[in-house]
């Protein structure tokens, strides 16, 4: 099925000041792909996959503002300047590799943040930079950094936010940073994990769990830790042992089963699928020599494409 520009973005009337903001630039970005010669029908297939996807969220996520669930932050002049109203920090952090961050991660925190058991209006995203021996080839933190940055900033601000701190540092050190430079009294903080990662988290939680408090404690504040958990790709296996397993551990957890049915980062490295990065005009000059020469393989056509007219069907319902 041809999955066109006309599909998506068609009726969608925001009722909020912000959401008419940001579908106004995503609308752009993607309308931005029509004039590019070197991209084929295919290949905007491939990126168009994410329109309805991102629609379906911003919905949400404008009604859910609309009606005063969910809250956005005042992030000017942050860090700087402390802007958690009542010295409480309620937000949501995304870690990852991030090798590169692309449109299934930004698809992930839409979702979240339309999610309507989610309390939360800013996800912080924030680079893995430690070495990591599994990951021996991953590129260099400086430049995952700026490719997520290229993506996300001047676009999603303020419900996404990517945060310099993850320099040298893995999880556990990164939101340890988090608490340190937060000047609060409370923190209440969700972690984003999709299934695929949540058999790791589990096995770290303990000890990561064990120094965030210890560091919320040197600053005299409490620690409230949140899992929001996203059913990933095809991957069906029986979860519930592990959600089990965050209740044994006394571990409140949001679990949403809906999947997220999309390429993942291996896919990008292993597969050369290049057009699953989200298209602003600074990473479309990054791109061209990569379409010219067909460096790229399609995605939607050899994987997924069972999966188009589902996702149009619940954009149009």
Not at 23 to 50: G, M
Not at 60 to 73: M, Q, V
């Amino acid at each position: 099925m041809e999955y066109t520009i006309k599909d998506c973005f068609v009726e969608f009337k925001p009722k909020t000041k912000l959401i008419q903001t940001i579908s106004s630039k995503v609308h752009r970005c993607f309308q931005s792909l029509e004039d590019i010669a070197y991209l084929t029908p295919i290949d905007r297939n491939d990126f168009y996959w994410f329109r309805c996807i991102y629609q379906h969220a911003l919905e949400h996520i404008d009604n859910r503002i609309k009606t005063g669930s969910l809250t956005p932050l005042d992030l000017y002049n942050f860090p700087k300047k402390c802007c958690f109203p009542y010295s409480t920090c309620t937000a949501a952090i995304f870690t990852g590799s991030f090798d590169p961050f692309q449109m299934t991660h930004l698809a992930f925190i839409l979702k979240f943040l339309a999610y309507d058991e989610s309390d939360t209006g800013t996800v912080f995203v924030i680079p893995e930079g430690a070495h990591n021996p599994l990951k021996p080839h991953r590129s260099n933190y400086d430049y995952r950094y700026k490719l997520m940055s290229l993506q996300l900033k001047n676009i999603f601000y303020p419900l996404i936010y990517p945060l310099d701190i993850g320099k040298d540092a893995d999880t556990i050190t990164i939101w340890k940073r988090f608490i340190e430079m937060i000047p609060c009294n409370t923190f209440k903080l969700t972690h984003l994990l999709g299934t695929d990662v949540l058999p790791y988290a589990i096995k770290m939680l303990p000890e990561d769990l064990a120094v965030w408090n210890e560091e919320a404690e040197k600053k005299h504040a409490t620690f409230t830790y949140r899992a929001y958990v996203l059913q990933r790709n095809e991957s069906y296996e029986d979860i519930r042992p592990l959600l089990k397993q965050l209740e044994a551990m006394n571990i409140e957890y949001q679990y949403d089963d809906k999947p997220l049915k999309s390429p993942s980062s291996t896919d990008f490295r292993s597969n050369n699928v290049f057009s699953i990065v989200f298209p602003t005009r600074e990473m479309l000059s990054h791109m061209e020599i990569v379409f010219r020469y067909g460096l790229h393989r399609s995605w939607t056509e050899q994987k997924y494409p069972l999966f188009l007219p589902d996702i149009i069907s619940e954009h149009r319902d």
